[in-house]
């Protein structure tokens, strides 16, 4: 018994924070477990249709891309139903920009918790993008549904989806650091999220394949981590026709990777500043 309660005792001790960080994530597991299902909850709270939400907004961002891009433009499709070819872009791209969204406002949103009890403040934006991956999950049931109104069999290419399925994690995530820390000493980055959401969506080969990109500018087209990110699922959902242009797709992956260490490290950084600056 006194074992128990000696355990529940937090030693402050100097440089305890910086040896035993990661450990304390951790130790902090529940506080995780409780953010993410608290924001889970009030996304949907006092919503009409509730979680269908999810479904809703990607489901009519694909049918106007088709209308645009498949039937309007006639841009080719990789051999795959054109709707398949758009959502399988647009699961990763949504993950991503949801990440972003909740990422960068997560601190700001905890600043009472934050500037009151101690805890690793990484548990933060980390609980905010398992929320997004709560919606990616959703949304995939629509491309099982549209594989399933098409008749289309992906091939063995599917079993390595877990692989870019990770490696958008790891672009949300290093991403979402960034943007968290920028926010909270900048709020000007409140303003400057949506537009780069927007942007992005722009830019990156979502209504369309990145093959319709000059071979010339391929690697250039590649700076944009989410092209790879976005070649990769395509390549492993759609199988067949689709082919990964490799130099892009290796740029892409060392972006993502300096993106994610780089964003682990400013916010490990900016993070003792957090409790005074918010």
Known sequence: MKDTISQSHLVI??????????????????????????????RYKQTAIGIAWALIRPFLTMVVFTVVFGQLAKLPSQGAPYPILVFSAML?????????SECSNSLI??????????????????????VSFVDFLISGMILLGLMAW???????????????????????????????SLNVKY???????????????????????SNIVPEKW?????????????DGFRW???????????PGFILSL?????????????FRKMEKTFADVI
Do not use: C, H
Request: hydrophobic share 55%; no cysteine.
């Open 109 to 130: 949103s905890n600043a009472n918790l934050i500037s009151k009890v101690y805890f690793p403040r990484l548990i933060v934006p980390s609980s905010a993008i398992v």
């Open 254 to 266: 060392g972006l993502v990777s300096l993106l994610f260490v780089t964003g682990i490290w400013y």
């Open 236 to 246: 492993a959902i759609l199988g067949g026709e689709s082919k990964l242009y490799v």
């Open 13 to 42: 001790e100097a440089g305890r924070t910086e040896r035993q960080y990661w450990k304390d994530l951790w130790r902090y597991r529940e506080l995780f477990y409780f953010l993410a299902w608290r924001d889970i909850l009030v």
């Open 187 to 209: 709020r000007d980055f409140r303003f400057i999220v949506p537009f780069i959401v927007q942007f992005g969506l722009y830019i990156s080969p979502v209504g369309f394949s």
């Open 218 to 230: 391929r690697f250039l087209y590649s700076l944009n981590p989410m092209v790879g990110v976005i």
């Open 92 to 100: 990763p791209w949504q993950f991503f920009a949801n990440s972003l």
């Open 150 to 180: 098409y008749n289309f069999v992906p091939s063995w290419r599917i079993l390595t989806l877990p692989l870019f399925i990770t490696i958008a994690f790891a672009a949300s995530m290093g991403a979402g650091l960034w943007l968290a």
